[in-house]
């Protein structure tokens, strides 16, 4: 069987987990009509073409084909081939023993069942601004606080204790505008 990701689509491996334990999460997902990826804490995915059982394919393999358009995997029972027509990858099929790889269909459904209380639109290019000025400070969490669903949209980032030499708390805070917000009258 052959499947082909986009760049878009590969780029979900980065959801996946690096953890051996859990090593189906080391792997994305594709079957169904989706790719998808999880890692215990996130799931992502997006709509694909393959319509049959689901497909597990090493995220490892993506690092090898950054730039290019589309990749194609030929996936055998032994080995899973990748090939964007100049560079050629061959693994081992992973043989997932333990605990199967996550009904994504199931969770997102699970996810959705409750109605949003609020509604956000923001831009990626802003919110991968914002992310770079968090990721500095090595923070393992990140909250996200709506203060008034119209105002603003506070997200944070706060550093442990012990994280720099001088031992202080560092938190960065981050006021960002949703796009339907009007600074002026506020």
């Given at each position: 069987?052959?499947?082909?990701?986009?760049?878009?689509?590969?780029?979900?491996?980065?959801?996946?987990?690096?953890?051996?334990?859990?090593?189906?999460?080391?792997?994305?997902?594709?079957?169904?009509?989706?790719?998808?990826?999880?890692?215990?804490?996130?799931?992502?995915?997006?709509?694909?073409?393959?319509?049959?059982?689901?497909?597990?394919?090493?995220?490892?393999?993506?690092?090898?084909?950054?730039?290019?358009?589309?990749?194609?995997?030929?996936?055998?029972?032994?080995?899973?081939?990748?090939?964007?027509?100049?560079?050629?990858?061959?693994?081992?099929?992973?043989?997932?023993?333990?605990?199967?790889?996550?009904d994504?269909?199931?969770?997102?459904?699970?996810?959705?069942?409750?109605?949003p209380?609020v509604?956000?639109?923001?831009?990626?290019?802003?919110?991968?601004?914002i992310?770079?000025?968090?990721?500095?400070?090595?923070?393992?969490?990140?909250?996200?606080?709506?203060?008034?669903?119209?105002?603003?949209?506070?997200?944070?980032?706060?550093?442990?204790?012990?994280?720099?030499?001088?031992?202080?708390?560092?938190?960065?805070e981050?006021y960002a505008?949703?796009?339907?917000?009007?600074?002026?009258?506020?």
């Amino acid at each position: 069987m052959k499947l082909t990701l986009t760049k878009q689509q590969r780029k979900l491996a980065s959801a996946c987990t690096t953890d051996m334990a859990r090593e189906a999460l080391t792997c994305l997902a594709v079957g169904h009509g989706w790719i998808g990826a999880a890692n215990g804490f996130m799931l992502v995915r997006m709509k694909h073409e393959y319509e049959g059982d689901t497909v597990l394919i090493p995220a490892g393999m993506m690092k090898h084909f950054t730039r290019c358009k589309d990749v194609v995997f030929t996936i055998g029972t032994k080995a899973i081939i990748a090939s964007n027509g100049k560079y050629t990858v061959i693994v081992s099929r992973p043989v997932i023993t333990g605990v199967p790889y996550p009904d994504l269909a199931k969770a997102v459904e699970e996810m959705t069942k409750q109605k949003p209380r609020v509604h956000i639109a923001m831009s990626t290019v802003l919110f991968k601004r914002i992310l770079a000025c968090v990721d500095g400070a090595d923070s393992h969490v990140m909250r996200l606080f709506v203060r008034e669903p119209s105002e603003v949209l506070q997200i944070m980032a706060k550093v442990e204790p012990g994280e720099h030499s001088d031992g202080e708390s560092v938190a960065v805070e981050v006021y960002a505008m949703p796009m339907f917000v009007d600074w002026q009258e506020k």
